[in-house]
């Protein structure tokens, strides 16, 4: 497995994944989630201004030439109180169910870490959906800890 960063070329295989990612949160969350048409999940020039943009890095897990898994990652400076804190938001990370349980999502992880210490950030953030478990373990698994909560009530 090669783990690079991602190419105007990789674009059709990265929106099958994005296209995947959707349809998850739909599945789970049917009340406020919806499975987009694919080629609205992730515009062709959004991807690519994201692979201009230093501040965004967007990765892909290999097998071959076929790709099992993303991660984007993105480096913002935070204004936490008084103090101006760089930290990137792990936006988006994703694995093929048939590729799971192989390490793929901790290496990606380790690979937007490693790169957000290049980036002087002090911390790593993500958000996750409360149904995805297995994504909530695996964080923690990583050193990841809660940092608040957002709470919802349906009317």
Known sequence: MEIRKLIESDYEQVLEQYFALDALHAQARPDCCVCRDKNETLPKDAFLQNLADPTVLQLGAFEGARLVGIVRATLWEESCMVKGLKTVCLDDLYVSPACRRRGIAAK???????????????????????????????????????????????L
């Open 108 to 154: 990606l992880f380790a690979e937007v870490e490693s790169w957000a210490k290049t980036q002087g950030a002090v911390r790593l953030d993500l958000y996750t959906w409360a149904f995805n478990r297995e994504a909530i373990s695996m964080y923690q698994a990583m050193g990841m800890t809660p940092q608040r909560y957002v709470f919802e009530k349906k």
